[in-house]
């Protein structure tokens, strides 16, 4: 099993198995929300297409973020302690600056999707091992460009999948190796600067925590313009 990073959306990556990762925050919002027993989570690249789903696919819950702003409507905003309690619908419907719109086009490119985040990251790893194929941790950055939090996260994951590290996962392993633990790497992290301006810093501290969800996300298919995920 050879294992990959690519740190940006736009970076192509030669392996069948591909682990989205928007660690700050929707991947880990959306481990959250499956976890806390949602049956799924439609993931969509954009606003109008959440809210036309929440008319065909409720009863619904639609969550999301434009820039950090809680988007007008919206039940909630990207925080995963938001979702954390118990649902009151089966559905949650999410639409994000980056990671979901990275989920959209990671299910058109590869085999299997999973989703990963540092709350379910022996999980996640373990699903991505047993398929023996190779793997490519596919992170979300901001708005096409890297992002310290997401390549800190990829490679916690490729530490953890093992197997062969190509370059690009030997860089992140060696990145992971640079801080005493996660929640300082998530924390010297522009992302997580941008959490603690608009007073969302409790966000950090919960996405830092590893490996305290058994979940494996996984996408299941395409629900209109969105991609269903289910655990």
């Avoid at 909630?76 to 419907?93: K, R």
């Amino acid at each position: 099993m050879r294992v990959h990073i690519a740190f940006t959306p736009g970076e192509l990556t030669p392996a069948p198995v591909g682990i989205v990762v928007d660690v700050l925050r929707a991947t880990s919002t959306i481990t959250q929300a499956l976890a806390s027993g949602y049956r799924r989570v439609l993931c969509c690249a954009e606003i109008d297409e959440a809210r036309e789903l929440a008319k065909t696919e409720g009863p619904a819950k639609l969550a999301g973020e434009r820039r950090l702003e809680h988007i007008e409507g919206f039940d909630f905003g990207n925080s995963p302690s938001e979702v954390a309690g118990e649902p009151a619908v089966e559905t949650l419907i999410l639409s994000t600056t980056n990671g979901t719109r990275l989920l959209v086009d990671a299910a058109s490119r590869f085999e299997r999707v999973y989703v990963g985040s540092l709350l379910n990251l022996e999980a996640v790893a373990a699903a991505a091992r047993e398929t023996g194929e190779d793997v490519a941790v596919l992170c979300a950055g901001v708005l096409g460009q890297l992002t310290l939090d997401d390549a800190y996260c990829a490679g916690r994951i490729a530490q953890t999948l093992g197997g062969t590290p190509a370059d690009s996962a030997t860089l992140g392993i060696r990145l992971v190796e640079s801080f005493p633990s996660a929640l300082d790497g998530l924390r010297a992290s522009w992302s997580a600067g941008n959490l603690r301006r608009h007073d969302l810093a409790a966000d950090i501290d919960w996405c830092a925590r590893e490996s305290v969800l058994d979940v494996v996300p996984r996408f299941a298919r395409t629900v209109g313009a969105a991609a269903e995920v289910t655990a």
